[in-house]
């Protein structure tokens, strides 16, 4: 399979996956039709079917567009989310496939939004799977806690997606790297995984290159809300749980001004 990022708005990404032996292509959060549409056809692709992560107008805003250009097109969205445009609603657990060779596994990881989806991925042997994360996870970050709590977040962090192959490509939402991994810097300011990759992140963001995807084994080692079970991080907090220590480090990320 094939992914490429097709970005949207001022910060967000939707992104093309290409089934290559068939040329059949998803499409995840396209918020902008016509870009997404043009990204296709430069790549050969036909769309089939809409992957929406969750309901926010900056993930499920072009629904109803791309069901205008591509008549017939099937929308996927999480059940518990009123996902604008949704033609198929998903649970977790819900598989599809696209053309000859990829899978798509629906994950329900709710918090930011009750219905949020995270989609799994997986291609041929030997090709590392994908997850879409949304804004669930990401990129040393992770949303806000709009509709959901930490227990919550949790839950969808540190199980559900934390025990994906470490391999895993994480495509998320937003590109929110540097800032992310700037406050990552004010959890553990001795983690030099977090120092390199922050480099890293500047580096791309000067060049205009996206800093996605990340990997889940970067994530378990510069994400601190994927990092919550390390008993440091817990004592230099002041908590006691991975989930109190989930809890403090968003409401210290929401006043954060870095």
């Not at 970050?141 to 470490?166: D, I, N």
């Amino acid at each position: 399979m094939k992914i490429f990022h097709v970005p949207c708005l001022e910060d967000n990404y939707a992104y093309l996956i290409i089934d290559e032996s068939t040329g059949d292509a998803a499409v995840v959060d396209p918020v902008d039709p016509e870009k997404v549409i043009h990204s296709a056809e430069q790549h050969s692709a036909n769309i089939k079917f809409v992957l929406t992560t969750h309901h926010h107008w900056d993930h499920a805003g072009g629904n109803e567009k791309m069901k205008q250009l591509v008549p017939g097109i099937k929308v996927y969205g999480g059940s518990l989310d009123k996902v604008k445009g949704c033609t198929d609603a998903v649970d977790n657990g819900d598989t599809l496939s696209l053309g000859h060779d990829v899978n798509i596994s629906a994950l329900h990881t709710p918090c930011h939004t009750k219905g949020h989806i995270s989609y799994y991925v997986t291609g041929k042997d030997g090709e590392n799977p994908a997850v879409f994360t949304g804004d669930t996870l990401f990129v040393a970050g992770c949303g806000k806690f709009f509709e959901g709590t930490a227990e919550q977040m949790h839950q969808s962090l540190c199980v559900t997606l934390a025990s994906l192959p470490k391999p895993t490509q994480v495509y998320c939402g937003h590109e929110y790297t540097v800032k992310n991994l700037e406050f990552a810097l004010t959890v553990e300011p001795n983690n030099e995984k977090i120092q390199q990759k922050l480099a890293w992140a500047r580096q791309q963001r000067q060049a205009n290159v996206p800093t996605i995807p990340s990997t889940l084994e970067e994530e378990l080692e510069t994400n601190p809300f994927m990092r919550v079970n390390n008993p440091e991080i817990q004592e230099k907090l002041g908590c006691k749980s991975p989930i109190d220590t989930l809890r403090e480090i968003r409401n210290k990320k929401d006043q954060w001004r870095g």
